[in-house]
């Protein structure tokens, strides 16, 4: 590059950071609050008092961690399995009913709620009906002998899978919804009309379209149940079964020193696995995303 | 090569809640022929052609296709071809898998349908689009894709719905000629549904012309466009002046002229004639009553529009070397072809 | 046939989605001494000091969050549109980060950051507004990036300014009025995230309303169980709502 042609990099360089200058605020704010914390993670994680050390990664390997990190996934996997199929179901429901329709808009209002904003809630909504005094526990065993909270199995990994899959329903029904909703009218037609029966249209045509967008929410729901904390610290207040909780115990854990350190090597474990898998959410997604606009 | 098999729709009735989409249709097509059915939107052309494939079911009526009542044979058992308006090919499909699915449903080998299939990408002209998909292709060449998709099957009849809408205007002639020679060539009857008269008119063998669910002509391109039945027809197709005129005794008297009417027209009293601009005859004349508004040059013709003495402006189409030489404000003589009129 | 089998899934998957909201209004509203209802649950969201404290902070800390939510985003939103169309990639992508970053990574890594915040700004659960405008940044982005495709900015923009309008009045008075159901649908659920949000409040050791209704759980279970079905039901309301609201606009 010749000196003229460098000099004209440079003033491109230079109006373009002073066009950017407004957005600096947003920048800011974004540094500051979600940048520079994972970065502590991370950095945090591999140094330990000012030198590289990998002690806090190999607390990573320690029976607690990896048992803890085990459960998380069986958890995950298990509600994003159970959350992608009745969810699936669920939105096919959906799809079927008008665009405009008052049960679509209230099904879809009640999902966004269930699915995004009501972690504590729902840990008490299960305490309100299956737990010890619960609704249905009262029930049963006033009508059938039975009881059903039992051995408090609401509090463990049993009762964190019932709640966990009862906001990835909802939450399947919101990001697999779109990817029905583009499944054209016109697809199922021409392929009537070119001999297709319902089970061929679905095995020739529906599925091989949905299968993409079907798996990427999969995953979607995977991660965002490895990563959800409010539901399971509402229910579980002792034990850290999972790797969220285990992070907590560490980070108000005032009994041996370290621990933070520990926080911080967990926090990079989360971040890893959540990282992975929107990695491959991104990239099935992003195939069918052509298909289905 | 398929030799087609006539269609009949006989006293088709489609019913929606309060709206007669189609109100006792009767259009019977012969073996090979390529019928157009042309109207406004909401007319009930697509709702029959709908019936026809299956994928909708009228109120009351039949549907017989090569002598055999189809009426209640469901869509995937009716041995039909059809081209929807746009986005109809299967995207995860290339263009030679689209064209194989019917064959694919129908259960023939692979080497089979390969080969079919190719044969048909062929005819339509896309041998180098094989392996492409959907997104890979343009408008055009998506249209076609779907059009050997349609014929691959061999199907009775060919049913294409509104095939041209979605694309630009120059692909738009180009293809509608291509379905028509693909058409010729393969035999196969042939429903076309446009709301475009030019597409109707340039193509079809029969235009049905339609309004409001019912059938208001079938008849050959040129004469649905000279001998309108109805004055829907007239004023659907073409451009109309309208001019007033006096019928007596089969003439219809106007710009101080007589030239007979058509049937379908008011048998005597004043009325309004529909009156076309070519038909239309514009000759300089100092003495005369009109005189020239504007002329606008299309090229090889010319539109003069003349304002007669009441006022009124009517539209004539000249070749251009005749309009040459007509200047706003030129008094001229407006006069009428040798032609039979619609009066209503 | 078919309708028989959905009518049947419906019902089902209704008293499943249903039954526990049911439990939470039964359960937060029985009098377990004397038998039947009573409404003394429900009256300690105002009654119960503390409570009624949590319930005031994370309401107020919802309307700033949307205030510093929409002051941030939509006057950047329009900047990139406008001037710096090369950025959109990089703002997108860190709108959409939250998203990949879980809140309790944030909490963990935020330790130092909050030691400068509590410094500057000392120590109410307010200054939790900053994070979480992080946090309501994708469900924000989203809303707001659906409607100004919506509109043409450019041709808006450029009117305006030749008028002789400044960007403030420019963006305020003529970009804003235009893509309302955009911020109003940001708006809305910022709010119902904040009012939801736990993870980062409680272990920065902030009392939010979700803070509360955990501390209170163990030993009022009816209290925690009506303020949640609280929480819920404004939430579901809220959108409700906005789904309502933003649909008769897009056909009018």
Known sequence: ?293 | ?344 | MRTAARGALWLLFGAFFLFPLYAMADFSTRNLIKGGRTGAAWANLFADDALYQAIVTSLLLAVLTVVAMLVVLVPTMIWVRLRTPWAKGVVEFMCLLPLTIPALVIVVGLKNVYLWVTYLLGESALTLTFVYVVVVLPFAYRALDAALSAIDLKTLAEAARSLGAGWPTTMLRVVVPNIWSGVLSAAFISVAVVLGEYTIASLSGFQTLQVQIVAIGKSDGPTSVAASLAVLLFGFVLLLGLSLLTRRRRSS
């Open chain 2, 1 to 344: 090569m398929t030799t087609g098999v006539g269609v009949e729709l006989n006293d088709l009735t489609r019913v929606y809640g309060t709206v007669r989409a189609l109100d006792g249709l009767t259009l019977h097509i012969e073996p090979g022929e390529f019928v157009a059915l042309l109207g406004p939107s909401g007319c009930g052309k697509t709702t029959a052609l709908r019936i026809l494939a299956g994928l909708d079911e009228a109120t009351s009526g039949t549907v017989s296709v090569g002598g055999r009542d189809v009426t209640s044979v469901p869509a995937n058992k009716r041995d039909m071809g059809m081209v929807f308006q746009a986005y109809s090919l299967f995207p995860h499909l290339t263009a030679l898998e689209n064209v194989e699915f019917g064959l694919k449903m129908r259960g023939r080998a692979k080497g089979d349908r390969t080969t079919r299939a190719t044969e048909m990408l062929d005819l339509v002209g896309l041998s180098a689009h094989l392996n492409k998909y959907a997104t890979e292709l343009s408008g055009g060449q998506q249209q076609r894709v779907a059009l050997a998709r349609a014929l691959a099957i061999q199907p009775s009849v060919l049913l294409l719905d509104e095939p041209l809408s979605a694309l630009d205007a120059k692909v738009r002639t180009q293809l509608r000629d291509e379905i028509r020679r693909v058409q010729l060539e393969v035999g196969t009857t042939t429903v076309f549904v446009t709301h475009d008269q030019e597409e109707a008119l340039a193509v079809a063998d029969r235009v049905g012309v339609m309004s409001q669910g019912r059938l208001e002509q079938l008849a050959p391109p040129a004469e649905v466009y000279a001998d309108p039945a109805t004055p829907f027809v007239a004023e659907f197709v073409g451009l109309n002046n309208k001019v007033p005129a006096e019928v007596t005794s089969g003439q219809a008297h106007l710009l101080g002229m007589s030239v007979p009417t058509l049937a379908g027209s008011i048998s005597s009293g004043a009325g309004t004639a529909l009156l076309r601009p070519e038909s239309v005859t514009v000759t300089a004349d100092p003495a005369g009553t009109s005189t020239v508004k504007s002329v606008a040059f299309l090229g090889p013709i010319s539109r003069v529009y003349v304002a007669l003495a009441d006022g009124a402006v009517i539209d004539a189409q000249l070749t251009s070397a005749a309009a040459r030489g007509f200047e706003p404000g030129a008094p001229v003589t407006v006069g009428v072809e040798q032609t039979r009129l619609l009066v209503v």
């Open chain 1, 1 to 293: 590059m010749g000196e003229g042609g460098r000099l004209i990099l440079l003033g491109r360089i230079r109006g373009r950071a002073i066009a950017a200058l407004p957005l600096l605020p947003f920048f800011a704010v974004v540094a500051i609050f979600l940048i520079v914390p994972t970065i502590t993670v991370i950095v945090s994680a591999v140094f330990d008092e000012g030198r590289f050390s990998l002690a806090r990664l190999q607390a990573l390997f320690s029976e607690t961690a990896l048992s803890a990190l085990g459960k998380s996934v069986l958890l995950s996997g298990s509600t994003a399995l159970l959350g992608a199929i009745l969810g699936a179901l669920l939105a096919w429901l959906v799809v079927s009913r008008p665009a405009e329709s008052l049960v679509r808009r209230t099904v879809l209002s009640l999902c966004s709620v269930l699915a995004q904003f009501g972690g504590v809630a729902l840990a008490f909504a299960f305490l309100a009906t299956i737990g010890l005094n619960g609704v249905l526990t009262l029930w049963v065993q006033e009508h059938l002998g039975w009881n059903l909270a039992g051995s408090g199995w609401l509090y463990g990994l049993p009762g964190l899978i019932l709640v966990y899959t009862y906001f990835q329903i909802p939450l399947m029904v919101i990001v697999f919804l779109p990817a029905l909703e583009g499944l054209r009218e016109q697809w199922r037609e021409a392929a009537v009309s070119l001999g297709a029966s319902t089970w061929q249209y679905w095995r020739e045509v529906a599925v091989p379209l949905l299968t993409p967008a079907f798996l990427g929410s999969a995953l979607l729901l995977f991660a965002n149940a490895f990563a959800a904390y409010a539901t399971a610290a509402a229910l579980v207040s002792q034990g850290s079964p999972i790797v969220p909780l285990l992070i907590r115990s560490a980070l108000t854990s005032e009994v041996v020193l370290g621990q933070a350190g520990f926080a911080y090597a967990l926090a990079l474990e989360m971040i890893v696995v959540v990282a992975v898998v929107m990695v491959a959410y991104n990239l099935l997604v992003r195939r069918t995303a052509r298909w289905l606009r």
